[in-house]
Each structure stands twice: as structure tokens, then as C-alpha cells.
């Protein structure tokens, strides 16, 4: 597109601004984006947008604890698989260290790896939602 980097796209490229830009980036983020502002850390939420979302961001895990974060998953996939309240699921693999860190996150990805792979041929018919890895 070959229009100035001032002017809105939405608007033809010889017609004023009516509005400050910062005004009208606001205002596209605030109706095209998600409204990240109330995303909580380290748990499972929801945000009640338009569309509701159902969020599994548990991250804190140390390499030990690869079934705690796969049952997180796991809850996550069977809320979506049985979803009657038409949310979008959000559902993050990844983890990170808590206070004594992750000493092999490449064993920790591989373990959750191999779950993921091994549930999803099982299921392979059912909705999940969006996976992070």
C-alpha cells in the first residue's frame, strides 16, 4: 500500500486526519486486539472479552515436575474438548525455572513433547483449542 505512515489505512490516502494518531492507534488496538491487561501470571484464568478466552499460562516448574505441568495441559484440552460457552482456549506448553531454575529445559520440552504427540494421535478428533509450544 502507498499510503503516507501518518494516515490511518482505513481512511483514503488525500482526507485529513480527524483525530491524533495516538488517538486512533488506541483505538484500533482497543477493537482489534486482546486486552492483555488483566492476564494473570503463572495459573489458569479467564479473560471475559469478546470472545472469552480460557488461558493455561502455568509456567514455574523445575525439570521434576514434567507430570504437574502435563496434567495443567491436559485439563486445558478436556475443558476445550467439552467447551459449551463457545470460549477460545489458550494453552502453553512452555514452562520456565522457579527458584531453582530448570536445569535441563530440553529434557523438560521432551518429556512434554512426547505427551503432547502421544495425546493429540489419540484424539485427533476432538477440539483443543490453540496450543503454545
Do not use: C
Not at 501470571?41 to 488461558?55: A, S
Request: hydrophobic share 35%; proline share 6%.
Amino acid at each position: 500500500i502507498n499510503q503516507p505512515i501518518n494516515q490511518p489505512i482505513n481512511q483514503p490516502i488525500n482526507q485529513p486526519i480527524n483525530q491524533p494518531i495516538n488517538q486512533s492507534i488506541n483505538q484500533s488496538i482497543n477493537e482489534l486486539g486482546i486486552d492483555a491487561t488483566q492476564w494473570k501470571n503463572n495459573t489458569i484464568f479467564y479473560l471475559h472479552e469478546n470472545p472469552k478466552f480460557r488461558i493455561q499460562d502455568e509456567y514455574k516448574f523445575v525439570h521434576w515436575q514434567h507430570e504437574s505441568k502435563w496434567q495443567k495441559i491436559e485439563s486445558l484440552f478436556n475443558e476445550a474438548k467439552n467447551n459449551s460457552n463457545n470460549y477460545i482456549f489458550i494453552n502453553y506448553s512452555s514452562a520456565s525455572g522457579g527458584k531453582i531454575g530448570v536445569p535441563h529445559p530440553e529434557s523438560f520440552a521432551q518429556v512434554i513433547n512426547q505427551k503432547l504427540k502421544n495425546y493429540l494421535l489419540v484424539n485427533s478428533s476432538n477440539h483443543f483449542g490453540i496450543l503454545m509450544i
